[in-house]
C-alpha cells in the first residue's frame, strides 16, 4: 500500500515536473495537466476496487476507434428501396484550406448534402436527372437519407452552400442503386407469365411478407403501383 | 402421386463465443445451450430415423464460426464440464422434487436429456461435426456453408474484397470439415446483393436462398413466383424462400411454438429457486441465469404458470405435424393444378428455434419426417441440389436486394444504434487489401500477423453485432466484440506498416483469436 502511494505520488511529481516545463500556463493546459493526473489516478486505481467483473481488454492497449481515419471521403449505403445512407470524414486541413481558398466563406454558408439522382447515366457532375439538398451542420458525420423513390441511382456531393448559391463540393461519394420496391414490368417472352397469375402468386407470396408494404395493384399497362 | 417437394432447411449459426481468459464466460453458454437443447437433439432425431429405415432428406448450414467452436478443444472441455454440471443439478433436483411427483418426473426427464447429450457428445469424439458429417457422408443430410463470420454482404458492398474472404475462408474450412466442397450456401440473414451470386460461382457454389420478395421483385418477372428456382446471370440457381410454411413456424402468435402445452421458455429454476441452493450453476458473480431446467408449460399469457406434461406436449407436436403436412399438401395441390408444375417449398428456419427456443421443436420435425415418409406420398422431401439435378432447366432471373430481416432489408443492420461501426468496419476491409497488395508474398512472423489481421477483421464483421445492437439485450458484449476485434485489427495495421511486429502480443491474441487455423491473409482481395 505504501509502495503504491509512494508511485502515485511519484507521478504526480512527474507530472507536476512536465507541466512546470511549459513556459506559459494557460487554462487549456492546466486542463491538460488534470486530466493526466485523473488518468495516472485512474490506472493506479483498480487495485484498490475489486477485480473489475471482465476484464476482457486487458492484453489490449486501453483505447477507442479513432474518430477518424486522416482521409477526406463521403461513403454511401442502402438501407431500403427508400432510404440509403451516408457517412463522411473531412480532415481539419481540408477544411482549413477551404477557409483560406474560400473568400465568400462566412457563417451563412451552409454545409450541405447533395443527394443526386444518377439512375442509368454515367454521373460527371452535372447530368444528374434531379438533386435535392440536406443542410447538415458541421458536427454531424453520417445522415440516413429518405431517397423517397425506389430503383433509382443515387450520388451524394458533400459541400458548402455558399451565400451566393454556389455550390462547392468537398467530396464525392460512390453510387449506390436502390431496389425495386414491388414486382419487375419486365415481362421474359420464353417465360411468360399473365398478370393474373402473377398477380396471384404474389399474394400467395408476399401475403405473410416481412416487407410491411401493401399488395401492389396491377395496371392494365402492365406499370404497379404500390400504395403506401 | 407426388405432386410437389419439400426442401427443408435449418441454418444454425453462433458467432464465435470462445474466451479462454475466462474460466467462466456467460456468452460461451449460447454455445453449450445450443449443443444440449438443439444440436444434440437434431443429431439423436437423425439417429432415430436411421434406425427405423426412414430415408429422410434435410439440409443444414453450419456456418464456419459454428463449426469451428465444434472442433475447438478448449470448448469441448468446457462442455464437459458444463453438461456434468447440469447432470449434477439435475440430480439433485430429483431429490429436492421427490415429494412432488409431477416435478419430479420433469426433474428425472432432464436428468436424461443432459445424460443422453453427454453420451452422445462423448460417442462423437466431442466434436459434432463427426455426427453432422456422418449423415451426409450417407446422403440423408446437405450441409451447405454460410459467410466465414456470417458478414452480412449488402452492407458490405462497398468493400467487395471482404466478401471474397468470407467466402473464400468458409470454403476452405467446409473443405477442411466435411472434406468436400460446399454445394450451396446460406447466405447470411439472407441476405443477396445483386452482383453477389458471381462471387459464389467464382468458388464453385452451385445454389443460395433469398427471401420471397428476392425472388418475386426480381427481373424479369419470374413465372413461378418463388415456387421453383431461377439462374442468376453467372448460373448459379436461386431458391425463394417460402412464407406461408415459414410463418406456421415462426410466428409467435399463430405459429406453433406458442402452443399452451409447449414448454415455457422464461421460467427456470435458475431464477426461481433459492441463491444459496441455486449458486454453482449460475453465473460465477452470483447473477441470475437460466440453467435449461424448466418445469413450466406456456399455460396462457399469464404469468401463472401450470406445470408442464411432457406427453400432452408430445402429442401436440405430433399434431402441429400432422397439420404442417396438411398444410402443406393443400398448397402443393392448389399450386401443382394452378402452375402445372410440381412446385417446391423452401422452408428455412433458424436451427436454434427447435429444441432452444421451442423445446418440442426436434419432436416435431421427428414427427414430420416420419409421416412424410410413411403416410403420403404428395410431398417429397428434396434437398435443393437433388432437385437441381431432377428439374434442371429453369428461367433466367436476376433476384433482388433483399434479407430475410425485420421489413426484408438491411434495416435490422443499419440504423441509429449501429451505423457508427460501417466506417470503420470499411477502414479496416481496405486497409487489409492495402496490406495484401503490399505483402504479396510474406513468410514467419510477418504472415503470422497478416493471417491475424483477417482472422481479426472477419470476427468484427460478424453480421451478430449489429443485430444485437439494434435488439438491445448484451449491447455491452456485442460492442466490446466489435470493438476489440477493430483495435486488435488497427494494431497489427501499424504493427506491420511499422517493420514492428510485437511477437508476444501477436501470440497472445492468436490463442484468443484462434478461429481458421489455416487462413492465408491473401484471400483478401
Known amino acids: 500500500m505504501r509502495r503504491l502511494a509512494q508511485r502515485v505520488k511519484d507521478a504526480f511529481k512527474e507530472v507536476i515536473r512536465k507541466a512546470g516545463s511549459i513556459a506559459k500556463w494557460t487554462r487549456g493546459k492546466k486542463q491538460a495537466v488534470r486530466s493526466k493526473i485523473a488518468v495516472q489516478e485512474k490506472v493506479t486505481q483498480p487495485r484498490f476496487y475489486r477485480e473489475p467483473k471482465r476484464e476482457v481488454q486487458k492484453i489490449d492497449k486501453p483505447q477507442q476507434l479513432p474518430t477518424g481515419y486522416g482521409k477526406d471521403k463521403i461513403v454511401l449505403r442502402v438501407r431500403d428501396p427508400y432510404w440509403i445512407y451516408a457517412y463522411w470524414e473531412i480532415t481539419e486541413s481540408t477544411w482549413e484550406k477551404l477557409r483560406r481558398e474560400t473568400p465568400s466563406l462566412d457563417e451563412k454558408t451552409k454545409i450541405i448534402l447533395r443527394v443526386y439522382d444518377t439512375t442509368d447515366t454515367i454521373f460527371d457532375g452535372s447530368n444528374a436527372h434531379s438533386f435535392f439538398d440536406i443542410v447538415v451542420n458541421s458536427f454531424a458525420n453520417n445522415w440516413h437519407i429518405e431517397t423517397k423513390t425506389p430503383a433509382r441511382s443515387w450520388c451524394v456531393d458533400l459541400g458548402l452552400l455558399l451565400p451566393d448559391n454556389r455550390f462547392l463540393t468537398i467530396v464525392r461519394s460512390n453510387i449506390v442503386s436502390t431496389p425495386i420496391a414491388g414486382p419487375s414490368c419486365i415481362n421474359d417472352q420464353e417465360w411468360m407469365v399473365t398478370e393474373d397469375m402473377f398477380a396471384r402468386l404474389y399474394g400467395v407470396g408476399v401475403g405473410a411478407s416481412p416487407v410491411k408494404r401493401g399488395k401492389p395493384i396491377f395496371l392494365p399497362d402492365s406499370k404497379q403501383v404500390i400504395p403506401d | ?525
Not at chain 2, 3 to 20: E, T, W
Not at chain 2, 76 to 103: C, D, G, M, V
Not at chain 2, 162 to 178: D, I
Not at chain 2, 381 to 407: A, C, D, I
Request: proline share 4%.
Open chain 2, 1 to 525: 402421386m407426388n405432386k410437389g417437394y419439400l426442401c427443408l432447411i435449418l441454418h444454425s449459426h453462433l458467432p464465435y463465443v470462445r474466451h479462454p481468459e475466462h474460466e467462466k464466460f456467460l456468452e460461451e453458454r449460447w454455445l453449450y445451450e445450443a449443443i444440449t437443447e438443439t444440436y444434440i437433439p437434431l443429431i439423436r432425431v437423425f439417429e432415430g430415423l436411421l434406425r427405423d429405415n426412414v430415408d429422410f432428406r434435410m439440409t443444414l448450414s453450419l456456418s464456419p464460426t459454428l463449426l469451428s467452436m465444434f472442433s475447438d478443444s478448449l470448448l469441448q472441455e468446457r462442455y464437459l464440464k458444463h453438461i456434468n454440471n447440469l447432470i449434477e443439478l439435475a440430480s439433485k433436483e430429483t431429490e429436492r422434487t421427490r415429494w412432488q411427483p409431477e416435478f419430479n418426473q420433469l426433474a428425472h426427464m432432464y436428468l436424461e436429456i443432459f445424460k443422453r447429450a453427454k453420451e452422445t457428445f462423448l460417442r462423437y469424439q466431442k466434436n459434432l461435426i463427426n455426427a453432422f458429417k456422418y449423415f451426409q457422408d450417407i446422403g440423408n443430410l446437405e450441409i451447405i456453408t454460410s459467410a466465414a463470420t456470417h458478414g452480412y454482404f449488402p452492407l458490405m458492398e462497398a468493400t467487395k474484397p471482404s466478401v471474397r474472404a468470407q467466402l473464400k475462408v468458409a470454403c476452405q474450412h467446409y473443405k477442411e470439415s466435411f472434406g468436400r466442397d460446399p454445394k450451396g450456401i446460406w447466405l447470411p440473414e439472407c441476405g443477396y446483393q445483386p452482383g453477389d451470386d458471381q462471387l459464389l460461382k467464382d468458388e464453385g457454389i452451385n445454389y443460395f436462398f433469398v427471401d420471397a420478395h428476392g425472388l418475386l421483385h426480381g427481373q424479369p418477372r419470374p413465372k413461378y413466383g418463388a415456387f421453383a428456382p431461377v439462374y442468376c446471370k453467372s448460373g448459379v440457381a436461386c431458391f425463394g424462400r417460402d412464407l406461408e410454411s415459414s410463418k406456421q413456424v415462426w410466428s409467435s402468435i399463430e405459429g406453433y411454438p406458442g402452443d399452451y402445452f409447449y414448454r415455457d421458455f422464461y421460467r427456470d429454476i435458475g431464477f426461481d429457486l433459492d441463491l444459496e441452493y441455486i449458486k454453482d450453476y449460475i453465473h460465477l458473480d452470483g447473477a441470475r441465469i437460466a440453467t435449461g431446467i424448466k418445469y413450466y408449460r406456456i399455460t396462457a399469457a399469464t404469468n401463472d404458470k401450470q406445470v408442464y406434461i411432457p406427453s400432452r406436449a408430445t402429442d401436440k407436436a405430433a399434431e402441429h405435424a400432422g397439420n404442417f403436412i396438411f398444410n402443406r399438401q393443400k398448397q402443393i395441390e392448389y399450386l401443382y393444378d394452378f402452375l402445372q408444375k410440381k412446385p417446391i417449398i423452401v422452408s428455412p428456419y433458424d436451427a436454434e428455434l427447435f429444441g432452444h427456443w421451442w423445446f418440442e421443436g426436434p419432436q416435431w420435425l421427428d414427427f414430420l419426417i416420419r409421416k412424410l415418409y410413411f403416410d403420403q406420398d404428395i410431398i417429397k422431401m428434396v434437398t435443393p441440389s437433388e432437385y437441381l439435378r431432377e428439374n434442371p432447366r429453369h428461367q433466367k432471373v436476376s433476384p433482388s436486394f433483399s434479407s430475410w430481416g425485420w421489413k426484408g432489408y438491411s434495416e435490422v443492420w443499419l440504423q441509429g444504434t449501429n451505423d457508427w461501426i460501417y466506417r470503420h468496419l470499411d477502414e479496416a476491409s481496405e486497409r487489409m487489401t492495402e496490406l495484401v497488395k503490399f505483402h504479396p508474398q510474406a513468410s514467419g512472423l510477418l504472415k503470422r500477423a497478416l493471417n491475424q489481421a483477417l482472422r481479426e477483421l472477419l470476427l468484427s464483421q460478424s453480421s451478430d453485432w449489429a443485430f444485437i445492437m439494434a435488439t438491445g439485450t448484451h449491447v455491452d458484449y456485442a460492442v466490446l466484440r466489435t470493438k476489440q476485434h477493430l483495435l486488435r485489427f488497427n494494431r497489427l495495421f501499424e504493427e506491420i506498416k511499422g517493420n514492428s511486429i510485437d511477437e508476444h502480443w501477436l501470440s497472445e491474441i492468436e490463442y484468443r483469436d484462434n478461429i481458421f487455423a489455416n487462413i492465408d491473409y491473401r484471400v483478401h482481395q
